[in-house]
């Protein structure tokens, strides 16, 4: 069963994710050094 119909069965309701407030970006590089943010291994 999926996690949504499951909620939806118990009465569970989420609100919408917020909007990012500032535009993110994933790495920043500074020379020869890259500077990671917010990965994971997948």
Known sequence: M???KRLEELG???P???KPV???V???RTGNLIYISGQDCR
């Open 26 to 28: 994933p790495f920043r």
């Open 22 to 24: 500032a535009a993110y």
């Open 2 to 4: 999926k996690i949504e």
């Open 16 to 18: 919408e994710p917020a």
């Open 12 to 14: 569970v309701k989420l």
